[in-house]
């Protein structure tokens, strides 16, 4: 299929064997696996995965590719033209039996779209056992990054507090046509099993991360001065910036916040 990639929907499309193959073995799909990967592009992952699988969703925004592959008319695929910021990710996960088997989002993400369609996916986290994204680098090294370092933000606090994360590939521009001007990595995202805030406290940490992080350069006291009287912050903390608090200890503050 001669298919232009559209800036609009941010589609660069992967085409090194090797790095599909590492991709697709992370992924690991089992027969009973329920799959949705997200634009499937050109099916770079999507052909290898359903070969593994029994049924494999599709969720795809381009009108284009979504009639390409339901003319493929392959068993066991079923395509939803859909936005992912829109999809109601939960209804999908609760509409697979509890039956044991894995429930897994995958897909090359749209770099233009990632931080909100990953904030977007925590409401179903309940219900995925994991997911397997590509995305451009710089937003993975975020995602996974360690209190106290540089790229340590409001991305960190809040995928860490609800997901397992690890980056586990690096992928250059080269695997992709067109190229993009940035480098990619996989990362692995596991709901963490420890997650216990309900959604009062969800909402207290979300206020309180994003406070923190508003003027990164500035301290705590400046950045939590609305909090102050609630949260009794130690002196070294009111000196401290955001990049310098655990995602445990934002947790604590979300509690006492809620509470």
């Given at each position: ?6 800036k ?12 599909i ?14 799959i ?13 995965l359903l ?12 009108r ?46 749209p770099?233009n ?19 397997v994204f ?7 090294e975020r ?13 960190s606090?809040?995928?860490q507090?609800?997901?397992?994360m ?14 993009p001007?940035v ?9 963490r ?6 959604d009062?406290?969800?909402?207290a ?5 994003a ?12 950045n ?35 509470a």
């Amino acid at each position: 299929m001669m298919h232009r990639a559209r800036k609009r929907f941010g589609q660069n499309f992967l085409q090194d064997a090797s790095v599909i193959y590492s991709i697709v073995s992370l992924i690991n799909p089992s027969p009973d696996a329920h799959i949705l990967e997200i634009g499937p592009g050109l099916g770079a992952l999507t052909k290898p995965l359903l070969s593994n699988v029994n049924q494999l969703d599709l969720l795809e925004i381009d009108r284009d590719l979504v009639a390409y592959w339901r003319q493929q008319n392959l068993q066991g695929l079923n395509v939803i033209e859909g936005d992912a910021l829109q999809f109601d990710f939960r209804e999908w996960a609760k509409s697979h039996p509890q039956d044991g088997a894995l429930c897994k989002v995958v897909g090359n993400l749209p770099y233009n779209i990632s931080s909100p369609l990953l904030f977007h996916l925590v409401s179903a986290a309940d219900y995925i056992n994991e997911q397997v994204f590509m995305l451009q680098a710089e937003v993975v090294e975020r995602m996974v990054a360690v209190a106290g370092s540089s790229d340590f933000s409001r991305l960190s606090v809040m995928l860490q507090a609800r997901y397992y994360m690890e980056q586990v590939l690096d992928v250059p521009p080269e695997a992709f046509d067109p190229q993009p001007k940035v480098n990619s990595a996989v990362v692995r995202m596991i709901p963490r099993s420890d997650f216990d805030l309900t959604d009062v406290q969800w909402s207290a940490l979300e206020k309180v991360v994003a406070a923190a992080f508003s003027q990164r350069r500035k301290m705590l006291r400046t950045n939590l001065q609305d909090f102050s009287q609630q949260l009794t912050l130690a002196n070294e903390e009111l000196r401290a910036r955001a990049q310098d608090i655990s995602v445990d200890r934002y947790i604590e503050w979300a509690k006492v916040l809620a509470a």
